[in-house]
């Protein structure tokens, strides 16, 4: 109705306007009679003027002005009302799948921030001191809690938790909170740490200690390549493989460090502060890295050798746990029942072992006697009710149907078997299917009899790989809660988890979310106590470094030509040591967050 009106309005004033040239004849005057008295000539400024139109036009603009006003109004007014008759434009949610994404680029994203800042702190406080870069070192440790956090959620969501979709919009928000709360707890230190380095003023002193870095890493690295031939000639082929290319990749990175070094001293000699300061940044990446690789390599090796002198008595302490659990089990044929002797309830099932006393007694429940043709809750509960089979273990004193058993009764056979019950190594065996424990006993019997047989071979091993088969077979059977097991397994699967996160470090430019997801699992399963647990790190660690690789492979060469390969320019650019989005590689990240990370490659050198 508003802008009929405006309409309306401003066709009035068209008319008006238009009017008084219509009342205005240009037909051959006529001509007046003489005889009639002539009237007074009309002045010349009764004629029609420009003043007459000033008013139609005056209307018109006023007419359009309130028009357009009271338009402007009521679409104001129909966006924000929140009553019935109004609705409210609000932009759509974007899809689940988009904010999946968004979330798994931010994980991958924050985990190289924390990483690059750990690096260069470490150069830092080579030349200032643990106590000036500790609140660096606590910003970090803030960031990486937030991270841990994120990498939760987005474990439990793969896992399909929660099941709605607010609630799982809901929970990759929060992976994207905690990540952009860690990045900023990065960002706040950023200036400060710039600060202590002063590197735009005092680059001398941080070039000294990149450069002794750099030289001792040199030394090192060209005594890997003994360590890996005197690995290769004691260990199978499989020992190694974590580490294959790891001393090239070494020298790659070393190469790429020799190249920006060199730079930084001469734009240091040539007055460039800032060109200078992100040639040291750069070679700094670079020394990071190849010092990453050379220490996988030595780490290795101690972890073959620890791993060798502990294969021995984790393979007694195996066969000692594995003959506790066998020695419960009943033989063939031992404790048959009659047909009609119980009900059976869990029939094949290992009992609780908190029923045996150690004197053959069984709980009187007020039941009555037990004979062989009735059958109590207590019988069903032992198996030796009706219908019990061949396989049924009764609780701590089988019924032979001889008489009757008591609670103060059992003969010292009765108290053997109670007692044999009651060692059981994991409580978590209990109510297993007997049938399915001897499975578990005869299968680990199995790889424990071939382990030892490749131990005596003469042949060389994998001491690494020996202890997980050991520990993976023995953890449905037992818990390992004492002696050398769980050594063993926190040895197997500490070394795989470093090889993976080694990995991820020196190609964090390539590597998804995915397995930096279960490398984050892994690390946190390494604290468990139970043989369960570690294994399962073992795993997940497995997994990750899988992961990763393909990540690499797909990701390809991200510099093409020999002169970028032969500066080390490739690898710089995989390993995150470039941010990649320039000719030459990009600039160098440093510590901080998405805001300050790339601040020393605002400027070329």
Sequence with gaps: MRVAHAVLGGAAGLVWLVLPGMTISTDVPVAIST????????????????????LPLVVVGAVGALAGYAYLRRTRRAR??????????????PPLTELDEDSRTLLAEADTWIRTS?????????RSGPAAVAPFARAVRDAESELSAAFRIRRQYDAGVPPDEPSRRHALAGIVGRCQEAGRRLDEEAAALDQLRALEGEIGEALTVAETRFRELTGRAVATGTTLADLAERY?????????????????????????LNRSRQAVDSGEAEGAVRQLRAAEGAIAQAAAFVD??????????????????ALT??????SGVRGVLPTAGEWQQPADAGTGAMTGAVPDAGAGTGTGAVPDTGAGTRTGGGGTAEDARAGTGPGAGADAVPDAVPDTGAGTTRGGGGTAEDAGRATRWSRLPDAALLGVPVGEL???????????????????????????????????????VATGRAGVLPAAARLAAGSATAVADTFVTTHRGSVGADARTLLAAARELLDAASLTDLVRAHTLARQARELAEQDVRVHGNPVAGAAEHEQGAAGAVLGGILLGEDADGGPPPSFGGPHTRARRGLTSA
Aim: charged fraction near 25%; charge should be negative.
């Design 118 to 126: 750990r690096e260069e702190l470490s150069f830092a406080e080579a």
């Design 35 to 54: 005889d009639a008295p002539v009237a007074a000539a009309a002045p010349e400024d009764e004629e029609t003027s420009g003043a007459d139109l000033v």
């Design 236 to 260: 199978a082929p499989s020992a190694t493989a974590p580490v294959t290319g790891y001393a090239e990749q070494a020298k790659d990175r070393l190469v790429f460090a020799t190249t920006h």
């Design 317 to 322: 302490g195996a066969e000692a746990e594995l």
């Design 438 to 476: 001897r499975s578990r006993v005869l299968h680990a019997d199995t790889v424990l009899t071939s382990v030892r047989q490749e131990l005596t071979g003469g042949r060389p091993y994998d001491p690494l790989d020996v202890l997980r088969r050991i520990v993976r077979v023995l953890a449905p």
């Design 296 to 313: 996988g390599i030595d780490r290795l090796a101690a972890e073959l050798g620890a791993a060798a002198g502990m294969v021995a008595s």
């Design 80 to 93: 924000t009302r929140t009553t019935p008759g109004g609705t409210r434009i609000t932009p759509p949610a």
